[in-house]
């Protein structure tokens, strides 16, 4: 079993920048795949970046490519997304995902954190 706990959400401007961590129980993290939704409201839940178990795979969804990073760090259990360039249609919230093994499909994972709120300003 793997717990997430997100962390790092806030309100920001147009155009600023937010990290976002996920800090992941267990011992086995660096055999996990890795990745972010998001939920806006009134909208369905959407694919935003993955990450293989080495890091040597990254995924994006379009809307967020050239702006939005993830990287992970295997020695403190911990994936981040680096957010720039943020609009305020990036207003969601955000959850951390995982799953053991390969991406293979991007829209199925094992385990989800709870949540954290971005909200974006104009």
């Known amino acids: 079993q793997v717990q997430l706990v997100e962390s790092g959400g806030g309100l920001v401007q147009a155009g600023g920048s937010l990290r976002l961590s996920c800090a992941a129980s267990?011992?086995?993290?660096?055999?996990?795949?890795m990745g972010w939704f998001r939920q806006a409201p009134g909208k369905e839940r959407e694919f935003v970046v993955a990450?293989?178990?080495?890091?040597?795979?990254?995924y994006s969804a379009d809307s967020v490519k050239g702006r939005f990073t993830i990287s992970r760090d295997n020695a403190k259990n911990t994936v981040y997304l680096r957010m720039n360039s943020l609009k305020p249609e990036d207003t969601a919230v955000y959850y951390c995902?995982?799953?053991?093994?390969?991406?293979?499909?991007?829209?199925?994972?094992?385990?989800w954190g709870q949540g954290t709120q971005v909200t974006v300003s104009s």
């Open positions: 267990g011992r086995t993290f660096s055999s996990y795949a």
């Open positions: 990450i293989s178990w080495s890091g040597a795979g990254l």
């Open positions: 995902v995982a799953k053991k093994g390969s991406i293979a499909t991007i829209q199925e994972w094992d385990y």
